[in-house]
């Protein structure tokens, strides 16, 4: 079955780049759907950080924009965010979606999530 | 492009029903019918309840439907079981190729 991984450090520095990697397993990126990133700060709620499509059209969060990069390897079935200049308030768990469509839904399968702390 | 607004709690006895409601503007949750919903129970990551407003994904129970009025999206649960308690989501489209999330409601079953 079609299985998402999140990875990548748990502490990142403030003002440092946050940078995290979706495996996906049972489905080849390439073959389609939109691919995102959602967060959740503790205790709280559910934000949409960005998508990609399969063939690499990129959509992004406004409130985020400027910080955020997505990006997507088919060769590795993987897909990427980077979050510049973190804060404090990036602290939250990381998740990545299929078909975190922009036009429509967070997405049908979605990883474990990873926890980031954004702290000195 | 502001949260969608749900209540922070509701609660039901098993074998009743109940609705969350989901609250947006005239430029999401009112122009488009691309409500979906989420349940997250603690600890986990969040399960694709309803998608397109009221089209539910293989495998989930048909006691969940999902509904809209004018600029708030429902998401209604019958005959409540004990293993609905959780936390429930929405989410719309909000225009510009962006996604908004509803702030979540706790649903206690009593």
């Known amino acids: 079955q079609v299985q998402l991984q999140e990875s990548g450090p748990g502490l990142v520095k403030p003002s440092e780049t946050l940078s995290l990697i979706c495996t996906v397993s049972?489905?080849?990126?390439?073959?389609?759907?939109?691919w995102g990133w959602i967060r959740q700060p503790p205790g709280k709620g559910l934000e949409w950080i960005a998508s990609?499509?399969?063939?690499?059209?990129?959509y992004y969060n406004p409130s985020l924009k400027s910080r955020v990069t997505i990006s997507v390897d088919t060769s590795m079935n993987q897909f990427s965010l980077r979050l510049s200049s973190v804060t404090a308030a990036d602290t939250a768990v990381y998740y990545c979606?299929?078909?975190?469509?922009?036009?429509?839904?967070?997405?049908?399968?979605w990883g474990q999530g990873t926890m980031v702390t954004v702290s000195a | 492009q502001s949260a969608l607004t749900q209540p922070a709690s509701v609660s039901g006895s098993p074998g009743q029903s109940i609705t969350i409601s989901c609250t947006g503007t005239?430029?999401?949750?009112?122009?488009?019918?691309?409500v979906s919903w989420y349940q997250q129970q603690p600890g986990k990551a969040p399960k694709l309840m309803i998608y397109?407003?009221?089209k539910r994904p293989s495998g989930v129970s048909n006691r969940f439907s999902g509904s809209k009025s004018g600029n708030t999206a429902s998401l209604t649960i019958s005959g409540l079981q004990a293993e609905d308690e959780a936390d429930y989501y929405c989410c719309s489209y909000a225009g510009i190729s962006t996604l908004v999330f509803g702030g979540g409601t706790k649903l206690t079953v009593l």
């Open positions: 005239s430029s999401d949750v009112g122009s488009y019918n691309l």
């Open positions: 049972g489905y080849s990126i390439s073959s389609g759907y939109y």
């Open positions: 397109e407003g009221s």
């Open positions: 979606a299929r078909d975190c469509n922009p036009y429509s839904s967070g997405g049908d399968i």
């Open positions: 990609i499509y399969h063939s690499g059209g990129t």
